[in-house]
């Protein structure tokens, strides 16, 4: 049996998930909007029976058992760590949560309730093309250690052309190119490698202030270009540059992983590999096999098919078994689970701070909820030590 949908959101995601769900089978019960106007036009654009703009009225449907949240950050604990106390599963936009301290709630949760699905929606893991790469590395198609990956990602405003001032546009509410696309680029590097950055350097520049829509008091704070590299547990050097300044609706995406005697490289969908210092190979190329209609819409290509690689994991993983909800998590051992999560949001606050210090900043993942009021600690501990 497949589980009920319940989905937050009706962002660009959201128009292109929910008919990659209808025609993998799933049924969307619910979607929520925090504006209530927008829960209904997606409703009946999506053809969803029911919209709210109240949380609980999705979360404690009984019809539904599988949670999307895909609305904006500052939401993905409270929903996600709520949803699993009541028994729902969940899959989270990336980055999870706004910073460490979101993620680290989120991660507690997934792990009080290990019999329900929590994952966050790293759609790169599913891309044929960074499967074979990882199946390639796993045989040591190279040769060699692996000793650089160059990653660089080339894109279209992150903005549309009449979006007034939201979210995307601060960089603390989750916005920009290091949040939305960097933790795709950190998270990919941990699934091809099975390596964690031990420090990183980076630079995070906000260049385009004000748009035609976006102008007067508030100007946009997220950033629109990034580069930073990260040195990993087993000295491999990384390389990332992520630009969002090209015109159009153009997406490129190029990965390199290097070693002493060759090369895997990722161009857009498609695997290429040269061993051995011979001759360049063609190991994948990317074929149009998405079986499903979605919206033509500025979302790139790779992260469509990502999702819909990733929506067909998640019904292998619900269909064979018959009790409602139930699942099997061979299907979906590749996701990412919210403890990688957490590991994205420590590197790209390392990489935020490197940005301001102009320094190499070792990355440090959080077991603990920092102390919010560190003075007022401090001074009630004096008072304690003096009292006794």
Not at 182 to 196: C, E, K, M, Y
Not at 265 to 271: E, I, T
Request: glycine share 6%; aromatic share 8%.
């Amino acid at each position: 049996m497949l589980p009920g949908i319940g989905v937050f959101g009706t962002g660009p995601v959201v128009k292109v998930l929910v008919p990659i769900l209808q025609e993998n089978g799933f049924k969307i019960e619910a979607i929520w909007s925090h504006i209530i106007q927008e829960a209904q036009e997606a409703a009946k654009e999506l053809r969803i029976p029911f919209f709210t703009d109240k949380i609980d009225d999705v979360l404690l449907r009984k019809d539904v058992d599988l949670i999307f949240v895909l609305c904006a950050p500052n939401l993905h604990t409270q929903i996600s760590v709520k949803a699993l106390g009541i028994g729902k599963h969940i899959v989270c936009d990336k980055p999870g949560g706004l910073n460490q301290a979101d993620a680290l709630k989120m991660v507690k949760a997934g792990q009080y309730y290990p019999s329900l699905i929590s994952l966050i929606n790293h759609s790169f893991r599913f891309l044929p093309a960074f499967t074979h790469m990882r199946k390639a590395l796993m045989e040591n198609y190279l040769g060699s250690p692996i000793t650089l990956i160059d990653v660089k990602i080339q894109c279209s405003s992150l903005f549309n052309e009449n979006d007034s001032y939201n979210w995307k546009c601060d960089d603390i509410m989750g916005g920009g190119a290091l949040n939305l696309i960097g933790s795709h680029v950190v998270d990919l590097v941990t699934f091809l490698t099975n390596q964690r950055a031990v420090r990183v350097h980076g630079i995070v520049r906000t260049f385009m202030k004000t748009t035609d829509t976006i102008k007067g008091i508030r100007n946009i704070s997220a950033p629109d270009f990034c580069c930073f590299q990260m040195e990993l547990t087993n000295n491999i050097l990384v390389s990332a540059t992520i630009n969002s300044h090209i015109a159009g609706s153009t997406f490129y995406q190029e990965v390199m992983v290097c070693s002493s005697t060759g090369h895997l490289l990722v161009k857009g969908g498609d695997l290429s590999g040269r061993k051995n210092r011979g001759n360049e190979e063609v190991l994948y190329l990317d074929v149009e096999d998405l079986n499903c209609s979605v919206p033509n819409l500025n979302l790139p290509k790779p992260f469509i098919k990502g999702i819909c690689k990733m929506v067909s994991a998640l019904r292998e993983a619900f269909l064979p078994v018959k009790e409602k909800a139930g699942w099997i998590k061979e299907p979906v051992s590749s996701a990412a689970n919210f403890e990688d999560g957490l590991y994205v949001q420590a590197v790209l606050s390392a990489i935020r701070l490197s940005s301001k210090t102009r320094e190499w900043v070792r990355v440090n993942i959080i077991t603990e909820q920092p102390d919010t009021n560190a003075l007022l600690s401090a001074a009630v501990r004096r008072t304690a030590i003096s009292m006794n």
